[in-house]
């Protein structure tokens, strides 16, 4: 609290800095309580190629609305989360809970070249 000449007392501002930093912390928790989960359903193994997974994957990506979510997020080795980042390979369905397909990417606007 902090307290005026005349006595009066108010709570102390918060620093917009502190809550950020209380923010990222929060969410960093949550990313590593998923990741253990989502590591542990896939067997630690990757979704793409069964090779042991050392990366995670969100279907979505997060620049595009995309969650850090169980529904959202798969077990990847370094190699083909590289792939999937890149658009090497796109991810054919929308719950990592259930069935995926990862196919090559086909640029649909080739034949225009």
């Known amino acids: 609290m902090l307290r005026s000449n005349d006595g009066l007392a108010f709570p102390k501002p918060v620093s917009k800095k502190i809550e950020k930093r209380k923010k990222k912390a929060k969410n960093r928790e949550w990313v590593?309580?998923?990741r253990e989960r989502v590591f542990d359903r896939d067997g630690h193994?990757?979704?793409v190629c069964s090779k042991r997974a050392e990366e995670?994957?969100?279907i979505k990506f997060r620049s595009l609305g995309g969650l850090v979510s169980l529904n959202n997020s798969i077990a990847v080795c370094?190699?083909?989360h590289m792939d999937l980042q890149q658009h090497r390979l796109d991810v054919v369905g929308d719950n990592?809970?259930?069935d995926l397909k990862f196919?090559?990417?086909v640029n649909?606007?080739?034949h225009l070249k």
């Open 96 to 98: 990592a809970n259930g």
């Open 32 to 34: 590593s309580w998923v």
């Open 78 to 80: 370094c190699e083909c």
């Open 108 to 110: 649909k606007w080739e």
């Open 56 to 58: 995670m994957h969100e």
């Open 103 to 105: 196919i090559p990417h």
């Open 45 to 47: 193994k990757c979704r």
